[in-house]
């Protein structure tokens, strides 16, 4: 946990006063102005797609001098009825690449620099080079990634590595930011259970009976995908394998008389990708730069801690404190638990782990002891623990064990007690 200096200059950050006029400036406790704080600041904006154009621009606009991009997605044709820093020249470029140039050519005293890769790609060292980090992120499960290492980052180095986290999301006419102060608000993971866990299809109806596209979809992906293609993985991003699932689910729908298998649809079941307006990433993206611009220069209080946004029936919006989770996987006491019967199987406890709104994970891997109960990767290990998945919980381990489980979505390990009932 963190140390107590780490809390100390945790409170010093809270108690920063706005800057007092002197000779006709606004200037802060150390003689610095607002513009200067600015100026000195290093910001790094995860994500350039809809959102993240608009905080990009808005961070340049706001006088940021130094700002990092990070983005692993390449430029799509839907991408550019909002995503505004990109031309249909671009289709195919890197994001983050192509706006840090579009920023430079309109504000060439901003520094942009671009990093096309993923988060999880890059170093402690690189994250502890920041200032503060701003998320335009459309992934849950990076949002996740990045909170946890984050919250990390404290623990391991303290006030060094304490980075306010200023994160913002839209889904359709909502959206919301929040303002997270990594070990001393709630995390992005206290507030998970207010996400709702992917639409799943059960099996038997995309096998036997679909009667919608995203019938015909899940099952081209989820059932004729790896059984064409046994050794190759699903790409959502990749052109040649959404075109093929387009073409799959069209062949399966056509004798059930259903429509509207479209591309963009596809990709949307694959990547579970929630469509965007660009009135609201305009109204969080300036939540957002607001709050990155009040941390820089304390010239008014941030954020406690969370806003929301609906524009779907009338204009709305609430603030309010939402509370640290003391039982939360990444700032909590990171104990998670689970009651199911000792006859289910651990196919039954992984799908659990996966749509419970406590966990919601995506790909777990668990071991009990030193017992290696089910491994996703690698193939190998995969192969050789797959037999455990048809087999009673009982069969495997006792009542009230405590299994360690990893997934994609946390940089760490968490431990859950299964209780049988």
Not at 156 to 171: A, L, N, Q, R
Not at 227 to 252: M, S
Not at 353 to 368: D, G
């Amino acid at each position: 946990m963190p140390s107590k200096v780490c809390h100390r200059g945790i409170q010093r950050f809270l108690q920063l006063k706005a800057p007092h006029v002197e000779n006709f400036e606004l200037v802060n406790d150390e003689g610095k102005t607002p513009q200067q704080l600015l100026s000195e600041a290093k910001v790094l904006v995860i994500g350039a797609g809809g959102l993240g154009c608009e905080i990009l621009k808005n961070l340049a606009m706001s006088g940021f001098k130094d700002i990092h991009v990070i983005d692993m997605d390449t430029i799509d044709i839907s991408n550019l009825n909002r995503q505004f820093l990109f031309r249909k020249a671009d289709v195919g470029k890197p994001k983050a690449e192509v706006a840090a140039e579009f920023i430079r050519r309109r504000s060439p005293e901003v520094s942009v620099t671009a990093h096309f890769k993923r988060i999880q790609e890059m170093s402690e060292e690189f994250y502890l080079s920041f200032t503060l980090i701003v998320c335009g992120l459309d992934s849950i499960e990076a949002r996740r990634w990045i909170n946890a290492f984050v919250c990390g980052l404290v623990e391991t180095h303290g006030f060094e590595g304490f980075k306010p986290i200023v994160d913002g999301g839209t889904e359709g006419f909502k959206g919301n930011a929040r303002l997270i102060l990594p070990t001393h608000s709630a995390c992005f993971e206290c507030g998970l259970s207010m996400f709702p866990p992917k639409t799943t299809y059960p099996i038997c109806t995309i096998a036997n009976t679909p009667r919608l596209p995203e019938h015909c979809i899940e099952w081209a992906s989820v059932l004729e995908w790896p059984r064409v293609f046994p050794e190759k993985k699903l790409d959502g991003d990749d052109p040649d394998h959404i075109n093929w699932l387009v073409e799959q689910a069209t062949q399966r729908a056509a004798p059930f008389n259903i429509t509207g298998i479209t591309y963009s649809l596809t990709q949307g079941v694959v990547k579970n990708i929630i469509p965007a307006i660009a009135s609201t990433n305009a109204i969080i993206a300036a939540a957002c730069t607001n709050e990155a611009f009040k941390i820089v220069t304390s010239s008014n209080p941030f954020l406690d801690n969370y806003i929301f946004y609906s524009g779907d029936e009338g204009i709305h919006s609430l603030t309010f404190p939402l509370e640290k989770n003391p039982d939360c996987l990444v700032c909590g006491n990171r104990q998670g638990s689970v009651t199911m019967s000792g006859d289910s199987t651990l196919e039954e406890l992984i799908d659990e782990l996966k749509t419970n709104a406590a966990f919601q994970l995506k790909a777990p891997t668990l071991t009990v002891d030193s017992t290696n109960l089910y491994f996703q990767n690698p193939k190998e290990l995969e192969e050789l623990t797959r037999p455990n998945l048809e087999k009673k919980l009982s069969e495997l381990f006792d009542s009230e064990s405590t299994l360690t489980v990893t997934d994609t979505t946390l940089p760490t390990s968490l431990q859950v007690t299964v209780t049988f009932s």
